[in-house]
């Protein structure tokens, strides 16, 4: 068996178990249950003639874009990594979702930013596709959707940079960001300087003159300053990872800059109080973006899991 199919198949397995309900009654006995999210939204006070974004955790954010639902890089499993029939080999999560994948309604698009499997969770992509057979538009990044093209979504659309799609009202454009793509070692990648390699993406979203940016993964870099003029309204960038990671992760000083180099009005976090991803310590990503904050133009809205900001 190809060594490809050969991960296909733990995937496969580990997701069905997930959906059964198996998988999380194994796991619960494996390890303790992660911490409750510190905030919970209620989504009943949502309205469509608002935009509502409530932070999930890690780079999870669940979009209500004037009706439009939508979830970026959903990862609602207990650990990360690869699959391995009853588990993920990878970092547990230590705090839970903000919102149980179960009490959600039904997604309009899942925006996925790339491959890593801390962004691309498949047994979380198979169960809302499996929920919602038929009914959720994806858009990935270039080269990315055989991972998950078997699963029932209504359509997967790849996008390479500076490439655009509109989805139920709602354009969609792609950006160069500086990271990688690959989700074994061993693939093509965009990084490594194939240019059939795989993508790694953030995105502008707009709908009724209001755009989100969706940063993704990134190291700090000069790309965002090409959207000074897009006029984006409200930028949700990663801020954990960066030890000893900077040259794939951006910190939250960095991750500021970068949001004023957009012109962004208001800035979100992502990318940390989910899982042990990075080394450094807990709670010094947020600190530092609490104490970084006041130097810069943009504003942050959201500090905690489970914060909504309203717009």
């Not at 989504?43 to 409530?54: F, M, P, T, V």
């Not at 960001?177 to 300087?193: A, L, T």
């Not at 962004?264 to 530092?288: N, S, V």
Request: net charge neutral.
């Amino acid at each position: 068996m190809k060594r490809r199919n050969f991960l296909k198949l733990i995937s496969l397995s580990s997701a069905s178990l997930l959906t059964s309900g198996i998988f999380e009654s194994l796991l619960a006995k494996e390890t303790l249950e992660p911490k409750e999210a510190p905030f919970s939204p209620n989504l009943d006070e949502w309205s469509d003639d608002k935009i509502h974004l409530c932070w999930i955790g890690h780079s999870t954010y669940l979009i209500n874009f004037y009706g439009t639902l939508i979830l970026t890089d959903p990862v609602f499993s207990h650990r990360i990594g690869l699959y391995a029939m009853i588990t993920n080999l990878g970092p547990k999560r230590i705090i839970a979702p903000a919102v149980k994948p179960e009490s959600l309604q039904q997604p309009n698009l899942i925006l996925l930013s790339h491959s890593h499997f801390d962004h691309m969770d498949y047994p979380t992509l198979k169960y809302f596709s499996e929920k919602f057979p038929n009914k959720i538009s994806v858009v990935t990044a270039f080269k990315s959707k055989d991972i998950f093209e078997e699963l029932p979504f209504k359509e997967i659309r790849e996008l390479d940079w500076n490439e655009s799609t509109e989805i139920e009202g709602l354009k969609v454009k792609a950006f160069k960001v500086k990271h990688f793509g690959w989700r074994y070692p061993w693939e093509n990648d965009r990084s490594k300087g194939f240019k059939n390699g795989r993508g790694y993406n953030a995105y502008i979203i707009e709908k009724k003159g209001k755009k989100i940016l969706f940063g993704g993964d990134t190291a700090f870099n000069d790309e965002f300053k090409k959207l000074n003029d897009e006029n984006i309204d409200i930028a949700i960038m990663p801020i954990g990872a960066y030890k000893p990671w900077i040259n794939s992760h951006c910190n939250p000083e960095e991750a500021l800059i970068m949001a004023d180099d957009m012109n962004a009005k208001y800035f979100l976090p992502m990318h940390t109080r989910t899982f042990p991803h990075g080394r450094e310590p807990w709670d010094e990503p947020i600190q530092w973006l609490k104490s970084a904050a006041p130097k810069y133009k943009t504003k942050v809205m959201i500090y905690e899991v489970g914060q909504t900001f309203s717009l």
